[in-house]
């Protein structure tokens, strides 16, 4: 039976995968596309999260894709506002008709005589697998599981007479109104429940193993709303966006260059919300250093005054096992709750899962090196989109898309139809793919493929260095191989529109 064929096949309609068919429609409108969302719904993790609160944890205007200007006033945005505004691309960019809801992509299978990808996908229900032909495959799945979030093993869990939740599978009927509320866990995604359900619980706990750097800042950029009032909408977006870059830069380098002054400006900002008399050094002061890990932003210092309030607390200590009342800790004190809430992480998953294979031999991504941050060695005609873990997810995410653009037409122009990432050098040193010390990370990384110490298999997390590279560096720079298998015909081009 003849199989679809595309050009591209994109992987997940999240917030990096619309922006990948926007730059498709945009810079190659001549190749044949199409999105493969596993859900029912566009919008990845900002469909998927709907715990009280949720919000982003980087400012919009570098959250934001490079060609559509965010336009709100609030630049830490909740999780509404940032679907609307990818179903506002998507709209923008007539790319409803592009989507195929309901497919999980487990297979992916590359053929040299073919030039082509044969992606198979499992219909969500049904089990039903549905085949599709690619030239290039283009990962746009995140980093993450969407089925499980991470839950340890907690003692006695099954005594507890109330009930525990998962925020990633917030339940619409939960009512907490009222209710003493105990949140394990201190990241990002604790920090936003706290304030949010401070609001109507009669008290909400954050239980804690270790603290986390955070730090305040306002919800709104004054300068960027009065930009707007003064300038074109694209003007003040771009100068804006700049001005974040450029700022993030500089915080993220003074933090691996003076880490002790960062901490006492930080420990500062803390003090300067929950008075003299509070205890920051145990419940604020983390054991490593600003930007080992990701911060947790504040908006408007709403987590600390939550607390100032005395409708929030912290505790910083280990569970010992649940109780049917609530939480028993190591140091022997009891914290009662009437809800559970998990804040403990995610499951990170590499190209969600996906198995691959090259001319039949299986692909063990650990085994590969990353190249540009966005191919793999050995790894012909596929590109994965992923952020940075310094800065903004789609800072990087756009210029992946501008890079494998940039990629496709050198192709065309060429006359070649498969490029390969191709490390020559067997000794190079390899490393593990990120720095972060934080636990999701390293539970993780010995499943990702490795980085090199030299270009382009380092990856500098920098993004006037990965500006120049991808947008302006020269697409044929030695390690991309490119040639031109002869090619069966045996698959129904789509057309394109």
């Not at 994109?10 to 429609?25: N, P």
């Given at each position: 039976m003849t199989m679809e064929h595309f050009d591209v096949l994109?992987?997940?309609?999240?917030?990096?995968?619309?922006?990948?068919?926007?730059?498709?429609?945009k810079q190659?409108?001549?190749?044949?596309?199409?999105?493969l969302e596993g859900r029912e719904r566009l919008g990845g993790t900002w469909d998927l999260f709907r715990y009280p609160g949720v919000r982003s944890d980087s400012d919009m205007y570098t959250l934001g894709y490079s060609f559509k200007p965010w336009e709100q006033p609030k630049a830490i945005a909740d999780g509404a506002s940032?679907?609307?505004?990818?179903?506002?691309t998507a709209r923008e960019h007539d790319l409803a008709r592009h989507i195929r809801y309901g497919l999980q992509v487990k297979r992916a299978s590359w053929s040299t005589a073919d030039a082509a990808w044969t992606v198979e996908a499992e219909r969500a229900g049904t089990n039903e697998t549905v085949r599709l032909r690619c030239n290039f495959l283009f990962m746009c799945s995140g980093y993450y599981r969407y089925d499980a979030g991470h839950l340890p093993h907690f003692e006695g869990r099954e005594r507890f007479g109330g009930r525990i939740v998962h925020p990633q599978f917030w339940p619409e009927d939960l009512d907490y109104a009222n209710k003493r509320v105990l949140i394990i866990g201190s990241g990002a995604t604790a920090v936003t429940l706290l304030p949010e359900m401070a609001k109507t619980a009669a008290h909400v706990t954050m239980l804690q193993r270790s603290p986390t750097w955070m730090v305040a800042r306002p919800s709104e950029d004054a300068l960027a709303n009065r930009l707007r009032r003064w300038l074109p909408a694209k003007a003040a977006y771009a100068m804006t966006r700049w001005k974040r870059v450029l700022l993030g830069m500089y915080f993220f380098s003074l933090c691996q260059r003076k880490p002790e002054k960062v901490k006492s400006l930080l420990l500062g900002g803390v003090r300067a919300y929950l008075g003299p008399d509070y205890d920051v050094a145990r419940h604020f002061t983390p054991h490593y250093k600003p930007w080992d890990q990701r911060l947790c932003l504040v908006p408007d210092g709403d987590f600390f005054l939550a607390i100032r309030r005395k409708k929030a607390s912290v505790v910083t200590d280990q569970i010992d096992c649940f109780t049917e009342t609530g939480l028993?800790?190591?140091?022997?004190?009891?914290?009662?709750?009437?809800?559970v809430v998990?804040?403990?992480?995610?499951?990170?998953?590499?190209?969600?899962g996906l198995q691959l294979s090259v001319d039949g031999q299986p692909v063990d991504l650990a085994q590969t090196v990353s190249y540009k941050a966005m191919m793999y060695s050995g790894v012909p005609n596929l590109a994965v989109s992923m952020g940075y873990t310094n800065a903004s997810w789609t800072l990087k995410s756009d210029l992946s898309c501008e890079y494998v653009c940039r990629l496709l037409n050198h192709m065309r122009d060429q006359g070649q139809r498969q490029c390969t990432p191709t490390l020559t050098d067997a000794s190079m040193p390899r490393e593990p793919w990120s720095d972060f010390t934080s636990g999701y990370v390293q539970r993780a990384a010995h499943l990702f493929p490795k980085r090199g110490t030299v270009a382009p298999w380092k990856l500098k997390q920098n993004y006037i260095h990965d500006l120049l590279t991808l947008r302006y560096g020269?697409?044929?720079?030695?390690?991309?191989?490119?040639?031109?298998?002869?090619?069966?015909?045996?698959?129904q081009p789509a057309t394109v529109a």
């Open positions: 994109v992987v997940g309609a999240g917030l990096s995968g619309i922006g990948a068919a926007a730059h498709l429609r190659c409108p001549d190749r044949s596309f199409a999105i940032i679907l609307k505004y990818i179903q506002d028993m800790l190591k140091s022997g004190e009891e914290l009662p709750a009437d809800l998990t804040a403990t992480g995610l499951e990170l998953k590499v190209l969600g020269k697409v044929d720079d030695g390690a991309m191989v490119f040639s031109s298998p002869t090619v069966r015909r045996n698959a």
